[in-house]
Structure formats: C-alpha cells, structure tokens
C-alpha cells in the first residue's frame, strides 16, 4: 500500500495531499510542484518517487526566504523615505543659508570651510580610536609575567582616557604600566610617539631607545628617534639613524630636513641644500618651500628666495612668516616699494612703519633661523612652530602606508 505523501505549507507548514493548488488550512497557494498534472490522472503506482522530510524542509526555506523578502522590501522603504527626508532637510538648510548670505549674516565661503574641517577632524578621530584599538591589543599580546591583571587594567584604563580626552590621565596610567614590561615595544612606540607629537623630544627619545633596542632594523623608528637626538644636540647619533633610515626606508620630508640642518650645523651648505631639495621633493609643501627659501636667502641667493617664498604663499595665503622673510628679501634686494606691499598682504604691520623698526627687521633671525651658531639646542624643532609641527607631523606618517621596515 503505498504511503500518503503530504506536501507543506510554506506558510502555516499544514500538511497538504498531492495535487492541492491552495493550503487546506490557510488558503496560501502551495508553491512547491510535487508532480506533474497529468500524473494526477495516471493509475498505478507514482512515476516520481517523494521524500515526506525533503519536502518539509524545502517548504520551510521558502516560507523563510518569503519573509526575508518582505522585509528586505520594508527596509527598502524605509532607507528611501530617509533619503527622501534627508533630501527636504538639506533644501531647507540651504534655503536658510541663502537667507542668511543675502543678509550679510552668514560668510558662505567661511561656513563651507568650517563645515570640511569639522567632517575632517571626526573622520580623523575615527581613524585615531581605530588605531588605538589595534595598538591596545598589540600591547595586551605581550603583558608581564607577573601582574598581568593589573597591567592590563592600567592599559584598558589609560585607553578609555585618551578615549575622554584627558590625556594627561591616560599617558600618565600608560607610563606606570610601561614601567611593569619595559621590554613591551607596542607600549613605549606608542608613549614616545605621543610625546614626538607633542614636542617633547627628550622624553619621547627615552622610550624611541627602549623600541630602537629590541627593533633596530625599524626604519619608522630610527628615523623618530633621529629626529629626537638632533633636537637634543647628539649629531653623529642623529646622523647615522636619519641616513640608515632613508637608505632603507626611502625619502621623506622629515629625514632629509633634519640631515640638512646636521649639515648646516657643521657648515657643509652645499649638502645642506641637496638635503633640503630632496625634502622639497618628497614633499612641496609650503613648509619645505620655506625652508629652502630660507637657505637660499642666507647663501645670498635672493631670487630663487623670492621664487620659493612665492610658491609657499600660492600653496598658503596665511603662511605669515613667508610673508615677513619675502619682506626681508625684498628688502635687501632694495625693492623698498615690495616691501610694504608684502607686510600689507599680510596684514603684520602698518604702512607706515620702516621695516628696520618693525617687528619684522628685529627678528629677523627668528624668521631666516639658519644661523648655524644658533642651532646648538633644538637643532630641528627650535626655530619656527609650524615648520616643527609639519615636521613632526611628516615623521609620524613616514613609513606607515608601505610599512616599510627591515624586521
């Protein structure tokens, strides 16, 4: 006697006799074909044989893959009313924009460039808290072999707090936690980077030592704690970790900058200047325009001067010490009558003032600072503050895109 096949809602999973059209208990048209119409009128036995649990759980996958589309098809109303919405929204902020620049309340130049600066600045926080994840595991990976529970909290904490903003609180917590493993390179490439950025080249070169100890072959490295032993006044030390790091790392800004001040501070111009090109080179930014101005106003080379400063103004109009050492060539070029259209660009000092008594004319060894007498202490980072941070920040990301390194 052959056996009842039932075939299953893929609704309400109600079982069926072959050759239902509609489910007996729902009504839901049944959609799996269990055998053709035409076996419906054939005597004897079934041409094709069924399987009673194949045919529940493929009814089942359908009535699931049923409801998912509907929800997918939910979702897809939804994402395009929020579209919709968002559409209004930003209409209607630019119809109040308009209202506001047509009544001289609003600068939309000046809003635009805010509103860049702020998406940039939480893209870059992204990325920083992304970054501090994958070095807090790297420091976990290898806790002390005493301790390990209080190491990691003081870790876990010292994170959080940079996560707060209270720096200080979460350098602080790090430090004692660095003092548990010395040996932890995650931990103090980490500590001596912060303190790099921040402009504390002493304290960082502490532990840039400690990382350079257990990596020697680093390139990133030897090239941070380059920069941090000419900032101190140890040339040969800084000489031989900047060279060894871009012969195997390649060129960067920061490298060849500091390897043309080491050569600045023994004399060797010529060098100082291919240094300084090659900076240039890797990267034309306004800083390295300037400084390479810089050099070439102290060599007498006043109108390749004139042509870097002009470039460094183009890249950056409110590059102010461009503006006061292009017055400076100017001047002693003689063009009295470019001298004050310059300081005027810039808005630094009145017309009417000579610039042998302005701020410009006395200081003028702060804004052409290639001195070498005056390069025994802070050797890189003493002389300008923004051409130090463009240099620091230009180290920090040295290396970081091809990870190159000899480990």
């Avoid at 209607?92 to 506001?100: D, E, F, M, N, Q």
Wanted: charged share 25%; with cysteine; glycine share 6%.
């Amino acid at each position: 006697m052959p056996v009842a096949i039932s075939h299953y809602c893929q609704k309400c999973l109600a079982p069926n006799a072959l050759g239902q059209d509609f489910c007996i208990r729902c009504g839901t048209r049944l959609m799996i074909v269990v055998e053709p119409s035409s076996a419906r009128f054939e005597v004897g036995e079934q041409a094709i044989p069924t399987d009673e649990h194949l045919l529940e759980r493929i009814s089942f996958v359908e009535n699931r893959l049923s409801r998912l589309t509907e929800r997918l098809e939910r979702s897809l109303d939804l994402l395009l009313r929020q579209a919709q919405n968002s559409y209004f929204d930003r209409s209607l902020v630019k119809t109040l924009i308009g209202l506001l620049t047509d009544d001289g309340l609003v600068e939309t130049t000046k809003l635009e460039q805010l509103w860049n600066d702020r998406c940039e600045m939480e893209a870059l926080e992204q990325k920083e808290t992304s970054k501090r994840d994958e070095v807090r595991l790297k420091i976990l990976a290898t806790p002390p072999k005493t301790d390990s529970k209080a190491f990691s909290d003081l870790v876990g904490e010292g994170f959080l707090a940079f996560a707060d903003k209270q720096t200080d609180v979460g350098i602080d917590k790090l430090q004692r936690a660095a003092e548990m493993t010395p040996s932890n390179s995650a931990l103090n490439l980490f500590i001596g980077e912060h303190y790099f950025r921040n402009g504390k080249t002493r304290i960082a070169r502490t532990y840039l030592t400690k990382v350079h100890a257990t990596t020697p072959d680093d390139v990133r490295v030897s090239l941070l704690l380059g920069l941090t032993c000419a900032d101190d006044g140890d040339a040969e030390t800084a000489k031989q970790l900047l060279s060894n790091a871009i012969e195997k790392g390649g060129s960067c800004f920061a490298g060849h900058y500091g390897l043309g001040w080491l050569s600045l501070v023994e004399n060797k111009r010529r060098k100082a200047l291919t240094h300084f090109k090659r900076a240039l080179e890797a990267n034309p930014s306004p800083e390295a325009h300037f400084a390479l101005a810089s050099l070439y106003n102290e060599l007498g080379r006043y109108e390749l001067a004139t042509q870097h400063l002009n470039q460094a103004i183009e890249l950056d109009g409110k590059y102010q010490q461009a503006y006061y050492l292009l017055a400076l060539v100017y001047q002693r070029v003689g063009k009295d009558e470019l001298v004050e259209e310059t300081l005027s660009r810039c808005g630094a000092v009145s017309r009417t003032r000579k610039l042998s008594s302005s701020p410009i004319g006395r200081t003028n060894k702060s804004v052409s600072s290639f001195e070498t007498k005056s390069l025994t202490i802070g050797l890189i980072t003493g002389a300008d503050g923004r051409l130090a941070s463009a240099l620091r920040e230009d180290a920090l990301r040295a290396f970081l895109q091809t990870g190159q390194n000899s480990r």
